[in-house]
């Protein structure tokens, strides 16, 4: 079984930064270097939105959705499976419940996640 483990949301002011983590544990069947890591966010009444992803076998890349650009900078360490999104100048738009997510698409629609970790809460106060 795959399990993917989030950490490190929680309140911040419009302006502050957080730093999130996913922690990736079991085995695939194919090496975890090769899956495209990311993350997604859902706002209460809206849909699951891509954030972010990263994958880095040999060339690294990156991508991140418009709104995001310039403030959230992605990474991963696939010795230690684990995945980071450090999110600066944070606004309240950016309030939502952040997944981690493992595809095989370098930018992946939420339809294509093979798998997700249960979600963290991030909220940004005005």
């Known amino acids: 079984q795959v399990q993917l483990v989030e950490s490190g949301g929680g309140l911040v002011q419009a302006g502050g930064s957080l730093r999130l983590s996913c922690a990736a544990s079991?085995?695939?069947?194919?090496?975890?270097?090769?899956?495209?890591m990311g993350w997604f966010r859902q706002a209460p009444g809206k849909e699951r939105e891509f954030v972010a992803s990263?994958?880095?076998?040999?060339?690294?890349?990156?991508y991140y959705t418009d709104s995001v650009k310039g403030r959230f900078t992605i990474s991963r360490d696939n010795a230690k499976k684990c995945l980071y999104l450090e999110m600066n100048s944070l606004k309240p738009e950016d309030t939502a419940v952040y997944y981690c997510?493992?595809?095989?698409?370098?930018?992946?629609?939420?339809?294509?996640?093979?798998?997700w970790g249960q979600g963290t809460q991030v909220t940004v106060s005005s």
């Open positions: 997510a493992a595809a095989r698409a370098l930018r992946p629609a939420p339809e294509e996640v093979d798998y």
């Open positions: 079991g085995s695939t069947f194919r090496p975890w270097s090769i899956y495209t």
């Open positions: 990263i994958r880095n076998g040999g060339t690294t890349y990156s």
